[in-house]
């Protein structure tokens, strides 16, 4: 596509429930990112897809949060019995491969709102 | 680990006055430098970049940063802001094959 597509843009949720948020990377870019975006607090990074290799899940913040990449495509993002801390926009973007010497393309966000 | 640090957490200026926003990182070796922005109600968007050369890189809209190594800083700046400049801009540092590290973000308000 023409630019990185996240779904849905906004998510209200009760505290405890599942959640799955979506990103459609641009066509041919083979790296995958996810971040969180907190009020003063920048951007965090999450978990990082490049190719087939083994994701980067280092910036997983605790074991409630997964996300996986189908066919070095489409991402979602799960959390999983959310908190309230976990409202935040959670941005995605992609880039064409090794971070060195690209730029990563960001998508809209989706804005998650536990309550 | 990397980090980045952006000094001002919220700028005001006046329409027309100069802009430095700083920028420093903690990473010794071979990194990418960007600023990035983002309007209000807007996704983040690129406003220049630094890979290698010139360590005095052009932007979008009338920006510039200056990568300085012995300082490992970044900063931005453009001579003339304008109202339109309102945004927060934010700063990362790539390095390898690691993901983007941001600073926590620089709040600009431009007020006519």
């Known amino acids: 596509g023409a630019g990185v597509s996240q779904s849905p843009s906004n998510k209200v949720t009760e505290k405890g429930k599942d959640v799955e948020l979506r990103c459609d990377p641009i066509s041919g870019h083979t790296a995958l990112y996810w971040y969180r975006q907190s009020l003063g607090q920048g951007l965090e990074f999450l978990i990082y897809f490049q190719g087939n290799s083994a994701p980067d899940k280092s910036g997983l913040p605790s074991d409630r949060f997964s996300a996986e990449r189908t066919g070095g495509s489409v991402s979602t993002l799960t959390i999983q019995r959310t908190q309230q801390e976990d409202s935040a926009v959670y941005l995605c973007?992609?880039?064409?491969?090794?971070?060195?010497?690209?730029?990563?393309?960001f998508g809209q966000g989706t804005r998650l709102t536990v309550v | 680990a990397q980090s980045v640090s952006q000094h001002n957490h919220h700028v005001i200026l006046s329409e027309a006055a100069s802009l430095e926003l700083g920028c420093n990182y903690s990473?010794?070796?071979?990194?990418?430098l960007f600023w990035y922005v983002q309007y209000p109600g807007q996704h983040l968007q690129l406003l220049l970049k630094?890979?290698?050369?010139?360590?005095l890189v052009k932007g979008i809209k009338g920006f510039e940063a200056e990568f300085i190594k012995s300082k490992f800083s970044f900063n931005l700046r453009k001579p003339s802001v304008q109202w339109s400049d309102t945004a927060e801009y934010f700063c990362a540092v790539s390095s390898g094959n690691t993901p983007l590290v941001f600073g926590k973000g620089t709040r600009l308000s431009v007020i006519a």
């Open positions: 630094y890979f290698s050369g010139d360590p």
């Open positions: 990473y010794g070796g071979t990194v990418n």
């Open positions: 973007a992609s880039s064409l491969g090794v971070v060195m010497n690209t730029e990563a393309f």
